[in-house]
């Protein structure tokens, strides 16, 4: 789905990653769910790129709904992977504390777990070799990507900035559609390690100049990162 002029979206509101087209190659953030491989060949055919064309993989965080195909790009694409230092662990080996789910609905739970085993969520691979970043680095890929520190739904969640396609892209520092819930709207992401860190983060976030903040579930927001900020406050 084409967001905007070289900004694309993989996905739906339930899992979505992100594509950033430019003539000297494709960046992507995040990798959602394994079965959004055929998501990601069917929209590289739409854009006549072929998968070569991808010069590295960004992760917002460490947990399986992020990091869906990521192994099966790096193996057969030979494409890089990258995250936070703090979340190398996790992306390696899956392990993480066990946080309350908090708030839920039926209707949306279930269609949350039914859409991840539609997406093949019990394949999902970990990610044996990773290049580990730290907040404040300018990445070596296309539209130079630099990374956020925004620790709280994990220790090495972070945002990526991209000042080329106006965007900021959160994971799940925040969301736009709860799965638990369904509620629409900016507001805190379930599933999150240290609610209060998740919070403070904000503060980082609402510093960063874009148009575009896009979560890894919910509706992109086409507003301020201050804006969205400030909106999730008032939710918490």
Do not use: C
Not at 37 to 58: H, K, N
Not at 110 to 119: D, N, S
Not at 180 to 206: N, V
Not at 215 to 222: D, E, I, Q, T, V
Request: aromatic share 4%.
């Amino acid at each position: 789905m084409k967001l905007a002029p070289r900004l694309h979206r993989l996905g739906n509101d339930i899992v979505a990653s992100y594509l950033i087209d430019l003539p000297e190659g494709i960046t992507l953030i995040d990798a959602g769910l394994p079965g959004h491989w055929r998501d990601l060949q069917r929209e590289l055919e739409r854009i006549g790129r072929p998968l070569s064309d991808i010069r590295g993989l960004v992760l917002t965080h460490g947990d399986g709904d992020h990091i869906g195909f990521a192994e099966r790009l790096r193996t057969e694409a030979g494409v890089p992977v990258y995250i936070h230092t703090a979340d190398a662990h996790r992306v390696r080996t899956g392990e993480k504390p066990k946080t309350a789910m908090g708030p839920a609905k039926i209707g949306p739970t279930l269609g949350f777990f039914a859409y991840g085993l539609r997406k093949n969520a019990l394949r999902t691979s970990h990610v044996s070799v990773v290049t580990e970043v730290a907040d404040g680095d300018v990445l070596d890929l296309p539209g130079a990507p630099v990374v956020i520190g925004m620790p709280g739904h994990s220790p090495g969640s972070i945002a990526v900035h991209v000042p080329v396609v106006d965007a900021v892209f959160v994971g799940d520092a925040l969301t736009t559609r709860h799965v638990l819930t369904g509620r629409t709207g900016a507001q805190p992401a379930p599933f999150t390690d240290e609610p209060e860190r998740a919070l403070a983060s904000l503060d980082t976030l609402a510093g960063v100049s874009a148009s575009w903040v896009l979560p890894g579930h919910g509706a992109p927001w086409h507003g301020s990162p201050a804006d969205i900020a400030a909106a999730v406050r008032a939710s918490a």
